[in-house]
């Protein structure tokens, strides 16, 4: 966590050895916090702001892990009517998962 703008440079500096493991964190009005996510099981994370007036602006990402089985065991498939933005807006959905 760092005061100011982040930049490319700042890759440089991260800890990817020791780093210390946390459920929250706490991220200061002007400033950055960069954030090593391990995601050991498939399905869909949420990675959210805690405060629910941010996550109504957007402060809000899901991420999906898929299985190589590609079951509806492990995730549902994506509903029709998803909303898509920014550089996923015009790729192809992925294929319905099955039983």
């Given amino acids: 966590v760092e ?3 982040w930049t490319p ?5 991260y800890n990817l050895l020791d780093a210390v493991s946390r459920h929250t964190i706490q991220v200061f009005p ?6 090593l996510l391990t995601f050991d099981n498939a399905g869909m994370w949420n990675l959210r702001s805690e405060l629910p007036e941010r996550r109504y602006l957007g402060q809000e990402l899901y991420i999906s892990v898929i299985s190589p089985e590609r079951s509806l065991r492990d995730e549902y ?3 029709d009517n ?10 192809p959905k992925p294929a319905p998962y099955t039983i």
Avoid: D, F
């Fill in 30 to 35: 002007k400033s950055w916090a960069a954030i």
């Fill in 77 to 79: 498939n994506m509903p």
């Fill in 9 to 13: 440079e700042k890759r440089a500096t």
């Fill in 82 to 91: 998803t909303q898509l933005c920014g550089a996923v807006l015009n790729l």
């Fill in 3 to 5: 005061p100011g703008r």
